[in-house]
């Protein structure tokens, strides 16, 4: 069974920091998502990874894959209030992680 | 030109009774997918339609979650004898559906609004 895990579940930064969310997945997969809900909305496509070294990078925000660790990144470089919200990293037939709530303080 | 569309945007129902939950997905997109998200949870897969193929409906909870796809297009899911915990929002999303190797869309996925059901 594939199992997705992210962490941390809950970040607090302040304006202007760096930090990165790590997502894990037990079993070989060739593709991973990572995706933003806001509070009461729904799910907006972020970064789609499709091998492995994959890096890919909108903004603020830049994603990558390792496939042979299992492991995706997403890496927020001097955030801002505007990315606070909740992250899901996807896997396969879209198994979620648990999601990292952000919260971005002024 | 629209995106993925979901009705009703709220239901409230009373226990032991049947709801039924549409998808309109994106124009052209062959595969469509329902999850179902609890309360400050991650999403739960459900059921996986893809072109003309039977469902993928291993995520299905229970005997009493069924779902279809008419045409290729607008889906309808379906919960009998509802009860409490069935409460969620229920998100349904879209996508072109090239099959990859796992039986998965390399494609992305497209969100709908949600439905918020609640079952007092």
């Known amino acids: 069974e594939l199992k997705v895990e992210q962490n941390p579940l809950f970040l607090s930064m302040q304006e202007g920091k760096n930090y990165t969310i790590y997502c894990n997945y037990s079993t070989t997969s060739d593709r991973l998502y990572w995706y933003r809900q806001d509070p009461g909305k729904s799910l907006e496509s972020l970064f789609v990874l499709l091998s492995n070294g994959a890096v890919k990078q909108e903004g603020r925000l830049m994603a990558s894959l390792d496939t042979k660790a299992r492991l995706s990144t997403l890496h927020i470089t001097a955030a801002v209030h505007d990315l606070s919200a909740t992250y899901f990293c996807?896997?396969?037939?879209?198994?979620f992680g648990e999601g990292t709530q952000l919260t971005v303080n002024p | 030109g629209a995106g993925v569309s979901q009705s009703p945007s709220n239901k409230v129902t009373e226990k032991g009774k049947d709801v039924e939950l549409r998808c309109d997905p994106i124009s052209g997109h062959t595969a469509l997918y329902w999850y179902r998200q609890s309360l400050g949870q991650g999403l739960e897969f459900l059921i996986y339609?893809?072109?003309?193929?039977?469902?993928?409906k291993s995520g299905l909870p229970s005997d009493r979650f069924s779902a279809e796809r008419t045409g290729g297009s607008v889906s309808t899911l379906t919960i009998q004898r509802t009860q409490q915990e069935d409460s969620a929002v229920y998100l349904c999303?879209?996508?072109?559906?090239?099959?990859?190797?796992?039986?998965?869309?390399?494609?992305?996925?497209?969100f709908g609004p949600g439905t918020r059901l609640t079952v007092l």
């Open positions: 996807a896997v396969g037939r879209l198994t």
């Open positions: 999303a879209s996508s072109l559906g090239a099959r990859g190797t796992s039986g998965a869309s390399y494609n992305e996925q497209f």
């Open positions: 339609f893809q072109g003309n193929s039977a469902p993928d």
